[in-house]
Every structure is written in C-alpha cells, then in structure tokens.
DNA sequence: AAATCACATTTATCTGATTTAAACGGCTTG
DNA sequence: CAAGCCGTTTAAATCAGATAAATGTGATTT
C-alpha cells in the first residue's frame, strides 16, 4: 500500500470525486474505514491539507462530511480523532461502499442479510395491508423484469434488486424504504457469493408467492413468503461458516 | 412563535451549538425538515451567511454537513436545493431530531413503531443465540433498573430505554445495534403518548420474559416476547387512529 | 499541595480574490 | 424551422492568509 503512494495516481476512486471536496471525503473515508489510521493519530488539519495537495477550506469540509457521518470528531487543541465504530452511520450510502471496498467478508455478508430477515418480511407484510394499485404495479414490474431475465432478456441482479426495492418502498413507511442501499448492496454481494456456492439462480416462483401475497392482501402470507427467500440466503452463509460469534456462553 | 422573534432568545437549541457551524446546522435542518423551504427557492451560499450574520465559511460548511446527511444538495450555477424526503437519512441522529421538534404526529410515531416490531423481535431472537454473557449482564441490568422504577427508586423511561439498548446490543450485529437512537426516541415519544392514552406503565413482567428467552438461548420465544411488547403499543396507536393510508385499493 | 497564570497548539472563523461548472439566450447554420 | 455552437452569467468551488477562540500543559505563585 505504501509502495505506490509515490505514483501520484490511486488505485480507485478518482471518477467519484465530482470535485476535490467529495474526491478527498471518498480518500479519507476509505482510508478511515480500511483502517489505515487504526494505531496512528489522526493528521490536523494542516498535514491533512498538504498531503492530499489541497487547501485547507476543502480539506475542512471534507472533515465536516465525514463527521456528520460520524467517522470523525473535531475539537480545538486536540485535534480531529477517529470514532469508533459503533457511532459510525452503517446506513449511509458511502459509509456502506467503503465498509464493502476494504475486502469481501462473509462477516459482513451474514451481517446484511440478519438485516434484510427482518426488514424485509415485515415490509411485505406492511405492504400487503397498505400498498396501492401503483405499488402492487411497481412490484409486479419487477417480478416480470425477473421473468424476462430467467430467458436472458434483461439483468438477474438488477430485476431481483427492483423486486426487493419495489417491495420495500409498498410498505408506504419511509423508515423500510431507506433500507434500499442496504438490500441492494446485499443483493449485490449476495448473489456473487451464492452463485459461487451453489450453481442456481433466485427463485421467480418464490418471489412470485410474495408478489401474490401483497397483491391478496395477505399480511401473513406475505410476510412468510418473503421470509422464506431470505433464510434461504442466510442458511447459505452459515453453511460457509457454521458458527459466526458465539463466544463465551 | 413570531412573537418572541425580537426578544433575541430562542425558545430551544442555543445549548446544543456548540460553536457557530453547528448552530447553524442546527437552524437549517430544522428549517428544513419543518418545511420552511418548501415551496421557497433555497438561499444561496451568500444570502445564507448573511441571514445567519455568520461568515461563508461557516456556512459552506454546515451546508457540506446538511449534504452528507441526504438533505441538501448543491451545483454550480443551480444553486443549493433542499433534496426530497426519501434521499433523507433517517437514521441520522440529528434527523431524527428535527423530525421530532416539528410536531407530535401519530404517523411519526406509527412508522418508528412499525420498524422497532421487525427489528427487535429479530434482534432478541438473535442475542438468544449469540449474545455473551457481558450482553445478558446489560440485559439483565436494564431488568432490574426496570424493577426499581416500578417502586420509585428510578426512571421508568430511561430504564425502559437501557433494556431495549441491551437487547439491541446482545445481537452482535452492529447493524442491529446502529437502531438505538431511533428505538430509545421511539420509546421517548410512545411513553408519553401510552400514558395518555392508557394509565398504565410497561410492564416488568413482559420484559423478564424477554430476558429469560435470551438468557435461556430460546430465539423463538424471545422473538414472540419482544413482539408482543412492541404490537401492544402499535395496536394502541392504531386504537387513536384506526386507519393510516389504505389508499386506492 | 493547590490554585493560578502564561504559553503552545489546533480547530474555528473571517475576508476577499480567483477559478470552474453549467444553465441561458442568442446566433449561426443546415 | 430545427439543431448545434458560443459567449454570458450566475453560483458554487477553491485558494490564500490573517485573526479568534478553545483547551491541554507546564511553570509559577501562594
């Protein structure tokens, strides 16, 4: 890593800095969670500004973003510091593509989708009490972009995501529809991994059962249905890595 | 509220400015979320320093930080633009926050309690099979405040909010654990609310199920005694208002 | 030993100038 | 008339340098 900081080129990341400002919070960011300044102090201000060849202004917005994301805490005298993780914003966009840039970890992995059994079957149940006509359309759309991709005619991860997201947003409660990052994060690394593990694709016939559910407005049904597609995922993890944590009991 | 507008005191917020950056963070987002902007063009950078009577630097960066947090975003030529609801995080403590400070809505308090009954049922089923026994000490802990409150001798609300954190925690899944805000101001604002409606207080009994589940590793009994606490209060939120969106089915 | 004071360090704030991005309108051209 | 080109203009983005405020640290005083 430090053999190519004389290169003046990085390895990622350039084309997502719209500007210096988000180009250097995309820098930092990284570095904080890939945990290059785990033992090290953080830099001030100052060093900050000189090593990334910016002025200070843009090197303090950048800190600025980075703490209201809660990866850092800035106070006088003593200096700009690293939080711990706990107080780390796991559902904001950035903070989630930096958590997944640093390495594939079956961890986390398993982590996403302990997520996504509980979000995600409730959503369906919610959604099968509220959805409207509109919603039950959105998530028939991705259940027949699915379809279509079973015959090679449109893309397995993008339709399966549609399908999730569609689902989520037909709860009608803001909270389940912020977790569209997240699932469409999971279902993306999922689908890597599963399709490494065993050879199948997803199911359109189970998503179809949570599809009918919503639509017959059956909470119980729904729930169950999209629960069943989740576990499946989650089985699969424990079967790479049968015990995760369970330390001292 | 225009009525004290010249007394040069505000009614709440001073404490929480830390220094005028955060002040000013602080005013914006709740603008914001209030609605103040809606209708309205955004300020521009300079127009926004000088309503505030700070300098453009703080501005800039209270802007960078409303940014981070999905509320706002800004081109060149375009100008600054308050972002819809759904790019929001809601996760955000100081969103939250705002969310709160605008007014007491059932809805608000629905959709926080239609998110804590698919979290913290799965997060107690989680605990019973992976918490340590640190995680059950907390648990535990948090009990036994409880039981002093009922006689008198603690907060009946913050010791409330200590068990469900316990729980939150003992899951091992910082995902799980990233909830707390959002749980403890949940907890904060059904409190109030079930004691108007009902004279009662949470019940001890409940929660000791809760904890025993854990502590006996039983996830599917911890799950139905943490379900039941939080669809006692969904129903009685759903008693004050029968029907939320049924929209167009 | 405790309280106080001077100092050093780092963020916080201000000011004003310069640069860059992108929407707008008018113009030219096919 | 439609499509593409080009200055104009506006607002954010960036830079530079100075000053203020906060807060540990250590010396000094009582």
Do not use: C
Request: aromatic share 6%.
């Amino acid at each position: 890593m430090a053999n190519m900081s004389g290169l003046g080129i990085e390895d990622t990341g350039p084309q997502l800095g719209r500007n210096l400002t988000y180009g250097m919070l995309d820098a930092i960011g990284r570095a904080i969670v890939v945990g290059d300044y785990d033992g090290a102090t953080f830099p001030t201000e100052a060093e900050l500004a000189k090593q990334h060849g910016v002025s200070r202004s843009v090197t303090r917005e950048a800190v600025k973003m980075l703490t209201a994301k809660g990866l850092l805490s800035a106070r006088p005298r003593q200096g700009t510091t690293v939080q711990p993780t706990t107080s780390w914003n796991l559902f904001d966009t950035d903070v989630l593509r930096w958590l997944l840039e640093r390495q594939f970890s079956i961890d986390l992995l398993r982590q996403f989708n302990e997520l996504r059994v509980a979000i995600e079957p409730e959503a369906a149940a919610l959604a099968a009490r509220v959805a409207t006509v509109d919603d039950i359309e959105r998530v028939n759309a991705g259940l027949k972009r699915m379809e279509r991709a079973e015959r090679g005619d449109d893309d397995a991860l993008e339709s399966d995501i549609a399908f999730h997201v569609a689902v989520l947003r037909a709860s009608r409660n803001p909270f389940y529809a912020q977790f569209r990052d997240v699932v469409s994060t999971a279902l993306r690394t999922s689908i890597r991994f599963t399709n490494r593990v065993k050879g199948r694709t997803a199911n359109v016939a189970d998503h179809a059962a949570v599809r009918d559910a919503i639509a017959g407005g059956n909470p119980e049904k729904a729930r169950k249905a999209m629960r069943a597609l989740i576990s499946d995922v989650l089985e699969l993890i424990d079967t790479a890595k049968p015990d995760g944590a369970a330390a001292g009991r």
